[in-house]
T-cell receptor
Framework: GENVEQHPSTLSVQEGDSAVIKCTYS??????FPWYKQELGKRPQLIID?????GEKKDQRIAVTLNKTAKHFSLHITETQPEDSAVYFC?????????????FGTGTRLQVTL | KAGVTQTPRYLIKTRGQQVTLSCSPI?????VSWYQQTPGQGLQFLFE???????NKGNFPGRFSGRQFSNSRSEMNVSTLELGDSALYLC?????????????FGEGSWLTVV
């Protein structure tokens, strides 16, 4: 089955700096890659997603890049703010399953300090 | 539009007991999936239901089961509870089944087994 590795497990940046979280996946058939943000005690919420026919997608301060050849994708957050502090999960889904069956990375705890 | 609703939010059970968790998807969503979240194992897929049929199942023992009703509401049951079943159980819904369909999580049910 699909395996998703996520790095780093923790990340501390100063407010205004950029943060980058990287994920690799094992199944070359995977073609949908969402990112979720989970604040303490809250539900995971989708912040951005990308499909395999796209190399990059941007939404304000958040961007995701995908390298299908290398089987890795990354989340980029620019001009970080304290409210960006949370745990971020990457995930991958394959056409042999359904979008609901996502394989998640182990999460990155991002802390934005003042 | 109301989000995914899960009940109960918090519960404490004793080893050997069984528990039933309930999930109401977003109105109009027909696919419901369940995930277990623990600090050690992260987010793990349990199963997914669509049109009252289980479409996918994760690697969990038979003590974990679920069902979906004609109104798309879903329940999951865990029998013969073990200490290791203590976790946050998240329900997610999506409009239809299929890769690339965004899933939306509920707030979860916190289960503590003592």
């Amino acid at each position: 089955g699909e395996n998703v590795e996520q790095h780093p497990s923790t990340l501390s940046v100063q407010e205004g700096d950029s943060a980058v979280i990287k994920c690799t996946y094992s199944d070359s058939a995977s073609n949908y890659f969402p990112w979720y943000k989970q604040e303490l005690g809250k539900r995971p919420q989708l912040i951005i997603d990308i499909r395999s026919n796209v190399g990059e997608k941007k939404d304000q301060r958040i961007a995701v890049t995908l390298n299908k050849t290398a089987k890795h994708f990354s989340l980029h957050i620019t001009e970080t703010q304290p409210e960006d502090s949370a745990v971020y999960f990457c995930a991958a889904s394959t056409p042999t399953g359904t979008a609901s069956k996502l394989t998640f990375g182990t999460g990155t705890r991002l802390q934005v300090t003042l | 539009k109301a989000g995914v609703t899960q009940t109960p939010r918090y519960l404490i059970k004793t080893r050997g007991q069984q528990v039933t968790l309930s999930c109401s998807p977003i109105s109009g969503h027909r696919s419901v999936s369940w995930y277990q979240q623990t600090p050690g194992q992260g987010l793990q897929f349990l199963f997914e239901y669509f049109s009252e049929t289980q479409r996918n199942k994760g690697n969990f023992p038979g003590r974990f089961s679920g069902r979906q009703f004609s109104n798309s509401r879903s329940e999951m049951n865990v029998s013969t509870l073990e200490l290791g079943d203590s976790a946050l159980y998240l329900c997610a819904s999506s409009l239809v089944q299929g890769v690339g369909n965004t899933i939306y999580f509920g707030e979860g049910s916190w289960l503590t087994v003592v």
